[in-house]
């Protein structure tokens, strides 16, 4: 496979530059925590409200955002989400009260919803049909490489240039993202005569499969994030290594996760068997978290490593959400919107659950419960898609 397959390489490159901007964005602000805190005088409470009030704008505009996309086009869905992240991002480096910056992270993340369901959407249209399983998982590719700039490239920029600087040099890239999607991406075949109906929008949000998929990516949603969430942290803590080389293993997931999305979504475009590689992938999953509470540093490379690869399974849910009979043309972007939006919760219970667990019983008990519940969660994907 090479881009020699692709229908149109600048609205692809346009698209893939946005999404590896957006995710920069996403996770710069946990790289640049510290640098905020010390001019707000904050704690760590401060970032859990930042990231609540994002995670508030990315999960409750999803659907909205697949609605506008199914009666604007998914570009114009796409151009405005972009901007409208961007330029939170871009007037977060002029905040000078918390609060200001609660409120534009809170805007970050709804311009983030309104962009991802169309983004999959455009980029699958990029590919021939039998190859855009390849192009969405290049797509959640840049997803992965944004997340390790933002982590480690803006931590560097913001040491050497000061924090605001660095968001309005991300908050700048991002509205430039906007802009190249404007010129390269060709514009939607509106239906002139198309009207959202409330029983369209009820049949699609209420059908099983698409409910399925959902509970599913929310089952993976819940076990990835204990390890990137806690991962480092756990090294630090409980086996003493330094800081570094606790960052280096935790980083092995994101990069993982840049080859694996890719590679599942070319076998996705084989197989057409969503069920199968979802579960295959969940079990592994579940393994990987089990598997660190042996407690040493084989252990947790290891558990990097094969939870980068589950990653995957996002590609898979979106493209099996897009693909399914619910989705007509016009409701695509809706539909991969719809199962993303319950996975976002995952955000904010799972870390939560893990900590109470880990003062409690300890890290090697949390690792294994975080396991189990992840496999009953997964499992979903076994009941049946039709009543």
Known sequence: ????????????????????????????????????????????????????????????????????????????????????????????????QFYQLVLLRFFVGVGMALFFGPGVTLVART?????????????????????????????????????????????????????????????????????????????????????????????????????????????????????TLAGIIGSLAPLCGIAASPVFGMLYDKTRNARLLLFFLGVALAIAIAVVAVGDVFSAIASALVAGLCSASFTIGYLAARQSNAASAEYESLAVSWVNTIQMLAGFWSPVMFSLLVISFGYAFSWLVGAAYTFLLISVILLPAHH
């Open 127 to 243: 590919f021939r049909r039998e190859s855009q399983g390849f192009g969405v998982g290049t797509f959640q590719s840049a997803f992965y490489v944004g997340g390790a700039l933002g982590l480690f490239a803006w931590s560097v920029l913001a040491d050497l240039a000061g924090w605001r600087s660095s968001l309005a040099i991300s908050g700048g890239l991002g509205v430039l993202g906007g802009l190249l999607i404007f010129l390269n991406v060709p514009r939607d075949q509106l239906t002139s005569n198309f009207v959202i109906r409330m029983a369209d929008l009820r049949k699609l949000l209420s059908n099983r499969w698409l409910v399925l998929l959902s509970l599913e990516l929310f089952g993976f949603g819940s076990g990835t994030i204990l390890i990137s969430t806690f991962m480092v942290y756990y090294l630090e803590q409980s086996l003493k290594l330094s800081p």
């Open 1 to 96: 496979m090479t881009l020699k397959r692709l229908v149109d390489r600048g609205a692809y490159t346009s698209l893939f530059f946005s999404r590896t901007i957006y995710a920069v964005n996403w996770y710069n602000i946990a790289a640049l925590f510290a640098f905020i805190a010390y001019d707000f005088n904050l704690n760590v409470s401060g970032l859990g409200v930042a990231t609540a009030g994002f995670y508030v704008g990315v999960g409750l505009f999803q659907v909205p955002g697949g609605v506008m996309a199914a009666k604007y086009g998914a570009r114009n869905t796409a151009i405005i989400g972009v901007v409208i992240a961007s330029i939170g991002a871009l007037l977060t480096a002029f905040t000078s």
